[in-house]
């Protein structure tokens, strides 16, 4: 039995035992009796969104808590019992009494008055400025974020985090799992604030699809990161927060899904909660099937060696997978101001691959010829985490210290076989045996200091030890009698080690209406790259490279009126290589379209401006944006043919890249039944740069300019309490350059949702690309050949899926009060742990 296997063994019967202790806590819970009330203003006006809290005397177990409706009404289950209950809502002083529940039934209207004045707030209130409506939207804006809540998503029910991405306003899904934000495909990805094992190895495709969407409680998009943020991710960062329940006592829910291509997953998010003692645990895992096809049709402009004159490619690839994840922690309170968290991370990922690849050729005397390869390959990956943390509360006034350390490593096998025939006569066979293990250490400090009522002083530091080790094999045989031999090219051992030191200084104040922050980081990282391979007399490569570099960040806002206001800011970002980029020689399954790494790639640089506007009303949110993005020394895929016909696709720093534009965000609950979430980014590009290197016989440009489109609408339709339908419309606009041509792609997605069991209960299904249109089409055109290309990552697909909550208690976390126009959100620097 290997080490997958037992983990996988372990996470099940871990699964299974979670489950018969919910279970079993669930029927052993205290008989409750239904109560109602509402909330009024002083007016006798209902207040809607109000936080109620019951606090029971007698056993903190048994408190509740609840918000009102619209029409400032609520209703909810408690054990009998003495409470003191609290109300609160935004712009109305907090209200405390006592009362005796005894009996079900309707307790009454509590009153609560307004707020004397805006201005008479505590700096402890000071924390993060929120534009949006209610909390019940699923978008809203912060001073340098957007979050957006999949809860109410029902498109991507049942589905991964790569499904609930395609529906994020601003980000994009590319067909072969590219994620890009505003049309740039620089992401950087975290997990509760921090990289994390969950995303595997160079944030790959398979990574995003392993995670449950039923485990994400929100995404937060960060289009022009703060100081306080890694400096990484030139496009932004998606910080992916998943699932911790701050409900009392136990609870959680369960998820099933079933779908085709044929999947199956069991996901559960679970918690306990009582005193000073939360422990949480998130998992799941299934099946899934996946299919990939590719086209290029190619047609050389000079004539070549062999007397090719025309190459059509059709590779089509079918995989099978199974993953698993699990996540469990405990966050204990040592005393009111100091708490304790320590939480623990495993994801195991296992597939099967089987493509095909068919080569059709054409030559001068108009004779043709074809070959195929038939690929069968094999994934194993082991991801393990281990998270700790402590945060120290030295008063109520926002006076805070949280220390964190993150330990994380990811293994990953694949093994390939590959039968090449020619005219149907065998000519070659490849096995091809890669093994990467990443190790990675992240230790963080960040510090808190308000000053005076209105202002904060923000400081932090953070180290990252990351290595990465690539051992690559490919042999090569040309009789099924002979024996194999090495490909000295591909066949290499290489070490990839970087240490990252940063500290930031962040300060925010408000003077009047106008709010502003700002911010400096510095990053200096050493990178070494250690690179043999079997080429006969072949130098042993050790690269090492350092960069220091400052990073700062201006934030701006004016507010017109509540929740009325301008935003402007800026912010200096880098865009460091992956590690896989830096590889000269990284990858090797199809001998006609090869990957090359570039160990001299560098850094790229961005300067980054954006102007913004956004009014949030009970039934709206609007928020235009115009933003700039410069980019120095942008990195290009340099795509060329060699003289044995095949194409080679090689990363390379070259010239600049300006994008600009507008992205405009909206939610509009138009009617009682119908609710509008769209998205639609205009923006315009300008590419410099021409390549002379030894790869192409003449120079390449790389310049081109132009203007294209991104849309997306998603229409709730509801049709009445428990009954919830949506479609959803996506669109990408052509984009061109002097050397390729990308065309326009659309897709159409349905989902419908159903509340059952008295609400305990929800069904869903939703069907994936219902017009099978989600695909990438381009033309490459350079002075030796013209290509055609075409890309289908996934097609059409559907699922059904079946929720069930059940819970003990509620503590549902208080609303936010009226707060100061410039604080900053939440960064990476300052999230708990996984």
């Given at each position: 039995?290997?080490?997958?296997?037992?983990?996988n063994i372990f996470t099940k019967k871990t699964l299974g035992l979670?489950?018969?202790?919910?279970?079993?806590?669930?029927?052993?819970?205290?008989?409750?009796?239904?109560?109602?009330?509402?909330?009024?203003?002083?007016?006798?006006?209902?207040?809607?969104?109000?936080?109620?809290?019951?606090?029971?005397?007698?056993?903190?177990?048994?408190?509740?808590?609840?918000?009102?409706?619209?029409k400032g009404q609520y209703k909810l289950e408690l054990a009998p019992?003495?409470?003191?209950?609290?109300?609160?809502?935004?712009?109305?002083?907090?209200?405390?009494?006592?009362?005796?529940?005894?009996?079900?039934?309707?307790?009454?209207?509590?009153?609560?008055d307004p707020e004397k004045s805006s201005t008479n707030l505590k700096?402890?209130?000071?924390?993060?400025?929120?534009?949006?409506?209610?909390?019940?939207?699923?978008?809203?804006?912060?001073?340098?974020?957007?979050?957006?809540?999949?809860?109410?998503?029902?498109?991507?029910?049942?589905?991964?985090?790569?499904?609930?991405?395609?529906?994020?306003?601003?980000?994009?899904?590319?067909?072969?799992?590219?994620?890009?934000?505003?049309?740039?495909?620089?992401?950087?990805?975290?997990?509760?604030?921090?990289?994390?094992?969950?995303?595997?190895?160079?944030?790959?495709?398979?990574?995003?699809?392993?995670?449950?969407?039923?485990?994400?409680?929100?995404?937060?998009?960060?289009?022009?990161?703060?100081?306080?943020?890694?400096?990484?991710?030139?496009?932004?960062?998606?910080?992916?927060?998943?699932?911790?329940?701050?409900?009392?006592?136990?609870?959680?829910?369960?998820?099933?899904?079933?779908?085709?291509?044929?999947?199956?997953?069991?996901?559960?998010?679970?918690?306990?909660?009582?005193?000073?003692?939360?422990?949480?645990?998130?998992?799941?895992?299934?099946?899934?099937?996946?299919?990939?096809?590719?086209?290029?049709?190619?047609?050389?402009?000079?004539?070549?060696?062999?007397?090719?004159?025309?190459?059509?490619?059709?590779?089509?690839?079918?995989?099978?997978?199974?993953?698993?994840?699990?996540?469990?922690?405990?966050?204990?309170?040592?005393?009111?101001?100091?708490?304790?968290?320590?939480?623990?991370?495993?994801?195991?990922?296992?597939?099967?691959?089987?493509?095909?690849?068919?080569?059709?050729?054409?030559?001068?005397?108009?004779?043709?010829?074809?070959?195929?390869?038939?690929?069968?390959?094999?994934?194993?990956?082991?991801?393990?985490?281990?998270?700790?943390?402590?945060?120290?509360?030295?008063?109520?006034?926002?006076?805070?210290?949280?220390?964190?350390?993150?330990?994380?490593?990811?293994?990953?096998?694949?093994?390939?076989?590959?039968?090449?025939?020619?005219?149907?006569?065998?000519?070659?066979?490849?096995?091809?045996?890669?093994?990467?293990?990443?190790?990675?250490?992240?230790?963080?400090?960040?510090?808190?200091?308000?000053?005076?009522?209105?202002?904060?002083?923000?400081?932090?530091?953070?180290?990252?030890?990351?290595?990465?080790?690539?051992?690559?094999?490919?042999?090569?045989?040309?009789?099924?009698?002979?024996?194999?031999?090495?490909?000295?090219?591909?066949?290499?051992?290489?070490?990839?080690?970087?240490?990252?030191?940063?500290?930031?200084?962040?300060?925010?104040?408000?003077?009047?209406?106008?709010?502003?922050?700002?911010?400096?980081?510095?990053?200096?990282?050493?990178?070494?790259?250690?690179?043999?391979?079997?080429?006969?007399?072949?130098?042993?490569?050790?690269?090492?490279?350092?960069?220091?570099?400052?990073?700062?960040?201006?934030?701006?806002?004016?507010?017109?009126?509540?929740?009325?206001?301008?935003?402007?800011?800026?912010?200096?970002?880098?865009?460091?290589?992956?590690?896989?980029?830096?590889?000269?020689?990284?990858?090797?399954?199809?001998?006609?379209?090869?990957?090359?790494?570039?160990?001299?790639?560098?850094?790229?640089?961005?300067?980054?401006?954006?102007?913004?506007?956004?009014?949030?009303?009970?039934?709206?949110?609007?928020?235009?944006?115009?933003?700039?993005?410069?980019?120095?020394?942008?990195?290009?895929?340099?795509?060329?043919?060699?003289?044995?016909?095949?194409?080679?696709?090689?990363?390379?720093?070259?010239?600049?890249?300006?994008?600009?534009?507008?992205?405009?965000?909206?939610?509009?609950?138009?009617?009682?039944?119908?609710?509008?979430?769209?998205?639609?980014?205009?923006?315009?590009?300008?590419?410099?740069?021409?390549?002379?290197?030894?790869?192409?016989?003449?120079?390449?440009?790389?310049?081109?300019?132009?203007?294209?489109?991104?849309?997306?609408?998603?229409?709730?339709?509801?049709?009445?309490?428990?009954?919830?339908?949506?479609?959803?419309?996506?669109?990408?606009?052509?984009?061109?350059?002097?050397?390729?041509?990308?065309?326009?792609?659309?897709?159409?997605?349905?989902?419908?949702?159903?509340?059952?069991?008295?609400?305990?209960?929800?069904?869903?299904?939703?069907?994936?690309?219902?017009?099978?249109?989600?695909?990438?089409?381009?033309?490459?055109?350079?002075?030796?050949?013209?290509?055609?290309?075409?890309?289908?990552?996934?097609?059409?697909?559907?699922?059904?899926?079946?929720?069930?909550?059940?819970?003990?208690?509620?503590?549902?976390?208080?609303?936010?009060?009226?707060?100061?126009?410039?604080?900053?959100?939440?960064?990476?620097?300052?999230?708990?742990?996984?």
């Amino acid at each position: 039995m290997n080490q997958t296997e037992i983990i996988n063994i372990f996470t099940k019967k871990t699964l299974g035992l979670t489950f018969v202790l919910s279970a079993a806590a669930f029927a052993f819970a205290q008989e409750k009796v239904g109560i109602s009330g509402s909330v009024v203003s002083k007016s006798n006006q209902p207040v809607p969104y109000a936080s109620v809290t019951f606090s029971n005397k007698a056993n903190k177990s048994f408190s509740d808590a609840t918000l009102t409706d619209e029409k400032g009404q609520y209703k909810l289950e408690l054990a009998p019992g003495n409470y003191d209950i609290t109300i609160e809502a935004i712009d109305y002083q907090k209200n405390v009494i006592n009362k005796q529940i005894t009996a079900a039934g309707n307790i009454g209207a509590f009153s609560i008055d307004p707020e004397k004045s805006s201005t008479n707030l505590k700096t402890g209130d000071i924390q993060g400025v929120v534009i949006t409506a209610p909390s019940t939207k699923p978008y809203k804006v912060e001073l340098d974020k957007r979050t957006y809540d999949p809860s109410q998503d029902i498109v991507s029910k049942g589905g991964s985090l790569q499904d609930v991405l395609s529906n994020v306003p601003s980000v994009s899904v590319e067909t072969d799992g590219t994620v890009s934000m505003r049309g740039s495909s620089n992401v950087k990805f975290l997990i509760n604030g921090k990289p994390s094992a969950l995303l595997g190895i160079d944030d790959g495709a398979n990574a995003l699809q392993s995670i449950p969407a039923d485990q994400i409680e929100k995404i937060e998009v960060i289009t022009n990161p703060s100081s306080k943020f890694e400096a990484s991710g030139t496009a932004g960062i998606l910080n992916i927060i998943l699932k911790k329940s701050k409900k009392t006592g136990f609870n959680g829910s369960i998820t099933g899904t079933l779908g085709y291509l044929p999947q199956t997953n069991l996901n559960t998010n679970l918690s306990w909660r009582k005193g000073n003692l939360t422990w949480f645990l998130n998992g799941g895992g299934g099946y899934r099937e996946s299919k990939n096809t590719n086209r290029n049709n190619a047609i050389y402009l000079i004539p070549r060696a062999d007397n090719t004159t025309n190459a059509d490619q059709e590779s089509i690839t079918k995989n099978k997978n199974d993953n698993y994840n699990a996540s469990t922690g405990f966050v204990y309170d040592l005393s009111e101001k100091t708490s304790i968290n320590a939480s623990g991370t495993v994801r195991t990922f296992d597939s099967d691959n089987i493509g095909n690849v068919w080569y059709g050729y054409r030559y001068t005397d108009g004779s043709l010829s074809s070959a195929r390869r038939d690929n069968v390959g094999s994934n194993n990956n082991l991801a393990l985490q281990g998270d700790f943390g402590l945060d120290h509360k030295f008063n109520d006034k926002g006076h805070n210290l949280s220390l964190s350390l993150s330990l994380q490593r990811n293994r990953s096998y694949n093994d390939t076989d590959v039968k090449q025939t020619e005219n149907d006569a065998f000519t070659l066979q490849n096995q091809i045996n890669q093994t990467t293990l990443n190790k990675t250490l992240i230790g963080k400090a960040d510090y808190e200091l308000p000053i005076g009522e209105n202002s904060k002083l923000e400081a932090g530091y953070r180290l990252d030890i990351n290595k990465n080790i690539y051992d690559n094999d490919v042999s090569q045989r040309y009789s099924l009698s002979a024996d194999y031999f090495y490909l000295p090219t591909f066949t290499y051992n290489a070490l990839y080690k970087e240490t990252f030191n940063a500290g930031y200084v962040q300060f925010k104040s408000k003077i009047g209406k106008l709010g502003y922050q700002l911010g400096l980081r510095n990053e200096y990282s050493e990178v070494d790259i250690k690179y043999q391979n079997l080429v006969p007399n072949a130098d042993f490569i050790d690269k090492k490279k350092s960069y220091n570099n400052l990073f700062p960040s201006i934030f701006l806002s004016y507010e017109i009126a509540k929740d009325n206001q301008f935003l402007m800011n800026y912010s200096r970002r880098i865009d460091r290589p992956r590690s896989f980029f830096l590889i000269p020689n990284p990858s090797y399954t199809d001998n006609q379209n090869i990957f090359d790494g570039n160990i001299d790639l560098n850094p790229s640089y961005v300067d980054s401006y954006e102007f913004g506007y956004s009014i949030s009303k009970n039934k709206f949110t609007v928020n235009p944006t115009l933003y700039f993005r410069h980019t120095a020394d942008d990195v290009k895929m340099l795509v060329y043919s060699d003289a044995g016909g095949a194409f080679h696709t090689k990363p390379i720093n070259l010239g600049n890249d300006d994008r600009y534009g507008m992205d405009l965000n909206f939610n509009w609950d138009a009617t009682k039944w119908l609710k509008l979430l769209g998205n639609v980014n205009l923006f315009g590009y300008k590419t410099t740069g021409t390549y002379t290197g030894p790869e192409v016989t003449k120079p390449m440009p790389f310049e081109g300019s132009g203007f294209s489109s991104i849309a997306r609408l998603t229409t709730t339709f509801k049709v009445d309490k428990t009954f919830s339908f949506q479609l959803q419309g996506f669109y990408r606009g052509a984009q061109k350059t002097l050397s390729q041509d990308r065309k326009d792609m659309y897709a159409v997605s349905f989902g419908a949702s159903k509340t059952v069991l008295n609400g305990n209960g929800t069904i869903s299904f939703n069907i994936q690309d219902i017009f099978n249109t989600r695909a990438m089409r381009s033309v490459t055109k350079t002075a030796e050949f013209e290509r055609e290309s075409y890309m289908q990552w996934q097609p059409r697909q559907f699922a059904l899926s079946f929720t069930y909550r059940f819970k003990q208690g509620e503590k549902i976390e208080q609303p936010k009060r009226k707060k100061d126009i410039n604080s900053n959100a939440a960064g990476d620097d300052q999230q708990g742990p996984m």
